[in-house]
């Protein structure tokens, strides 16, 4: 029950569940994420700490970035199971097809630059 909950408490944030959607369509670094969502920094990276100890999303070091994607689901069933499921749910949701649209405009390499 412990990974179970752990799953679901990771789902309970609104701006959990917009990073998990975003990576649905590309790998994304924190800057990236920040400027998409208009958060601080720190907040993206606890909310990525919290999405990865539940095996929703995982990280690899890039030279200078560390990008972040969806996780394969091995981790736990019941992140594979939620992972599959959310690829079907809000995607009629105005603020979170906003935020897809906005997708393209964010690079790392501009926002770096700044």
Request: hydrophobic share 40%; aromatic share 6%; net charge positive.
């Amino acid at each position: 029950m412990k990974d179970f909950l752990k799953v679901m408490k990771a789902l309970s944030d609104p701006n959990r569940v917009r990073i998990l959607k975003m990576l649905q369509h590309r790998i994304m670094c924190v800057c990236e994420m920040q400027a998409a969502l208009k958060i601080t920094q720190p907040s993206v990276s606890k909310h990525l700490r919290i999405l990865e100890e539940a095996g929703l999303v995982m990280s690899s070091k890039d030279g200078m970035w560390v990008n972040y994607g969806l996780a394969d689901g091995s981790a736990s069933p019941y992140a594979a199971s939620l992972l599959g499921h959310l690829r079907h749910w809000l995607n009629e949701d105005k603020s979170v097809s906003k935020l897809v649209k906005s997708l393209p405009s964010i690079q790392r390499e501009w926002i770096c630059k700044k």
